[in-house]
């Protein structure tokens, strides 16, 4: 999920990290074996002087299956089901409505399953784990091909995937 912020004009940072979990600072290992109850999750410092948070919103739903409750793509598992977790009830308000409005659009018979979670706590993941993207551009490339997402996010969103006019 780094690479769409990291276009979006006002994006300042996206770090890769956890959330939602019960363990103090846990890393990637103890996370994908699973039993922290954390989500993988991309953590967005924007400026909200130049994006809102309602374009990261768009982003976000554009950029993930919604429908799909074991994980996102090739990805499988609880912690890497999608999630929108909020700060405050202004937060809390526009990603319910952003919910409701891609429920609206009627894209798919399954019910949604991405959450709106209070947010806790956030933990960077290790240094190797960000900008992943542009460490290992071609490793990069061929995950996101093998697991089929942007062919998914295509046969959702059509015109609109990826969240970028």
Partial sequence: MEPPYDKLDGVIET???????HVSDPGYDAVVRGGTGHLEVVQVVYDPAVVSYEQLLHVFWRNIDPFQADGQ?????????????????DQRRAALASLDEVALLGLSERPIDTRILDFDAFYPAEEYHQ???????????????????????????GDQAGGHP
Avoid: T
Avoid at 15 to 21: D, E, K, P, R, T
């Fill in 73 to 89: 793509f090739c990805d499988r598992g609880p912690m890497y089901r999608s999630a929108i977790f909020v700060h405050d009830e």
């Fill in 131 to 157: 900008g992943y993207y542009r460490k290992n551009p071609v490793r990069y490339r061929f995950y996101r091909f093998r697991c089929g997402r942007d062919q998914r996010l295509e046969a959702l969103w």
């Fill in 15 to 21: 770090i890769s990290g956890f959330s939602g979990g």
